[in-house]
């Protein structure tokens, strides 16, 4: 499975952006899928995941009720929309992937995507 994400950008406090993970591979709708954040200086953290069918997702307490995330199996892609941005989700945003399919194995995963940068200015 090869990950691309893309969508970050710079914005302000209180706007949104949507990140897109798009997925190659055959097997890309047998997965559940997560996104991952790193700020500066800090230590890579889980933000939010979705279930190989979409049925169940999870969430970080940090970003519940402000980040959805969704996946579209057509187009092999995942999505992570962002409502509310606030300067502490300044960070470098990956979406991965775990060799399951199950949401509870998405905070352990096997294959990363490259990051984007998303940058919130107050």
């Known amino acids: 499975v090869q990950l691309q994400a893309s969508g970050g950008g710079l914005v302000q406090a209180g706007g949104s952006l949507r990140l897109s993970c798009a997925a190659s591979?055959?097997?890309?709708?047998?997965?559940?899928m997560g996104w991952f954040r790193q700020a500066p200086g800090k230590e890579r953290e889980f933000v939010a995941a979705i279930s190989w069918s979409g049925g169940s997702t999870d969430y970080a307490d940090s970003v519940k009720g402000r980040f959805t995330i969704s996946r579209d199996k057509a187009k092999n892609t995942v999505y992570l929309q962002m409502n509310s941005l606030k300067p502490e989700d300044t960070a470098v945003y990956y979406c991965?992937?775990?060799?399951?399919?199950?949401?509870?194995?998405?905070?352990?995963?096997?294959?990363w995507g490259q990051g984007t940068q998303v940058t919130v200015s107050s």
């Open positions: 591979g055959r097997t890309f709708s047998s997965y559940a």
């Open positions: 991965a992937a775990p060799q399951s399919r199950y949401i509870a194995y998405a905070r352990e995963p096997a294959y």
